[in-house]
């Protein structure tokens, strides 16, 4: 059965009922799972476990205390070569579900550290980067057409995120690295439905359905962070993150909603251009550890993110209009229902290593895990655990270093929550994610 059948029986017109005021649209197709940005020559192709080991520009993303070893200044650029992904409902071929792609050229990620050629300090180095550390787009669509009817729901919808930040390290000694970053960050969602469906079953009914979300929120967040190699063989690292601090948010958010039947119609309306808007981003915790031999090299690294509670993703004190017709009048205004977002404390873990072909190629490759942050039943976001994996190839040169490699994950998500309520029947929209892309990196020494 295809999903827009699904969501034809879950969500029927409701002509002259109070649920009419909310949309009752599916959960977005965007996953805010942490850590699944990869970048630096080598770091991106062992899926980020390099938090024990970083120590060129990358290590401003990674961990801020590595940039201490850098002797001298540095440039490191990161591209998203090709980014393409499908989704699709699980049992049902990709080609007769849907799929959703992206290309993206622009840079994911570039960074500057200063060495002693410019800075006088021979234990110290600054860094600045900017980073996209959150990343995901999805373009959906279904259709159905029936005998007794038609229903067509399109989705487009993105969430993405960029941190500017300022590292210092210092080197206390050949073995021991400490530093601190403090970082802007600016994040946007984009949430643009829209969903139809018409049955003739027993009665002309049809439904029209549209939600156009834009956010844009600005955050604070400093770290700091440590790396210890207590053997030549042993190599240990971690990273402490705070809770985002919000400096401001705000989102344009327009709904509406027409159930018609032959006799009668009503039109729900919402919008406004000044909502409120949140996206926080909890404490996190990292560890790392990594062991290395002669030719190869291989690192564990934990990730440990605190919940984000609840919490109003997007809010209005704008009221929302009912117009029925018949029998007509003056629209009926009731309070906008606020969208919650319920977070739940994750661990990430990835696992990477490398071993050299020859002096200057590397071969790298690394698997990770990324639980989902959404709680189970929240009615925004959907809970979708992520695995991947990465390989690559790198070539380091005295000045200049580059490398290409590619990635691969997939997720299960759960149901959406919008859909199980006034349904006769248990609604199974899980989707089945896939997602492969190419990544290159470079970095330049002077």
């Not at 002797?71 to 499908?86: F, I, P």
Request: proline fraction near 6%.
């Amino acid at each position: 059965m295809r999903l827009a059948v699904v969501f034809a029986i879950a969500i029927p017109p409701a002509v002259g009922s109070s649920q009419t005021t909310v949309l009752q649209l599916p959960a977005t197709f965007v996953l805010p799972n942490y850590d699944r940005v990869f970048i630096g020559v080598a770091e991106a192709h062992e899926a980020g476990a390099y938090m024990a080991r970083t120590t060129g520009a990358a290590a401003t993303w990674y961990n801020g205390a590595g940039i201490a070893s850098q002797e001298r200044t540095s440039v490191a650029v990161n591209v998203h070569g090709l980014d393409v992904g499908t989704l699709s409902v699980p049992g049902t071929p990709v080609g007769s579900s849907t799929q959703f792609t992206a290309v993206n050229v622009l840079p994911l990620f570039i960074a500057v550290v200063l060495g002693t050629d410019v800075v006088p300090w021979q234990d110290v180095r600054i860094g600045i980067s900017g980073t996209e550390q959150m990343e995901w787009s999805a373009l959906a669509w279904w259709e159905s057409t029936e005998t007794t009817g038609h229903s067509t729901y399109v989705s487009d919808s993105s969430l993405s995120s960029y941190i500017i930040a300022g590292t210092v390290a210092w080197a206390v000694s050949p073995r021991l690295r400490v530093g601190g970053s403090i970082g802007f960050s600016f994040t946007r969602l984009y949430e643009n439905d829209h969903f139809s469906a018409l049955t003739t079953n027993t009665d002309v009914e049809g439904t029209v359905r549209n939600r156009l979300l834009s956010g844009l929120v600005f955050h604070f967040i400093p770290s700091v962070a440590l790396q210890w190699e207590p053997a030549t063989w042993l190599a240990l690292g971690a990273v402490a993150r705070a809770p985002g601090l919000r400096l401001w948010g705000q989102a344009t958010v327009q709904g509406e909603r027409q159930d018609t039947t032959s006799t009668t119609s009503q039109n729900t309306f919402l919008q406004t251009a000044h909502a409120d808007f949140d996206y926080r981003y909890p404490l996190e915790l990292g560890a790392a550890a990594a062991f290395r031999q002669e030719h190869w090299e291989v690192e564990l690294d934990a990730r440990y993110h605190a919940s984000s509670g609840s919490y109003q993703l997007v809010g209005s004190g704008v009221p929302v209009e009912t117009v029925t017709v018949p029998p007509g009048g003056p629209p009926v205004q009731s309070p906008f229902t606020p969208i919650q977002y319920q977070g739940r404390a994750v661990v990430d873990v990835a696992l990477g290593g490398s071993w050299a072909a020859s002096r200057s190629v590397r071969l790298h490759a690394g698997v990770y895990m990324s639980p989902s942050p959404v709680a189970i039943g929240s009615p925004f976001f959907r809970q979708t655990d992520l695995y991947g994996t990465r390989a690559g190839v790198s070539v380091r040169g005295e000045k200049l270093s580059g490398s290409i490699g590619l990635g691969y994950e997939t997720g299960l998500s759960s149901a959406s929550p919008s859909l199980g309520s006034g349904a006769t029947t248990p609604i199974d929209d899980r989707v089945r994610f896939n997602r492969l892309s190419v990544v290159l990196g470079g970095e330049y020494r002077l």
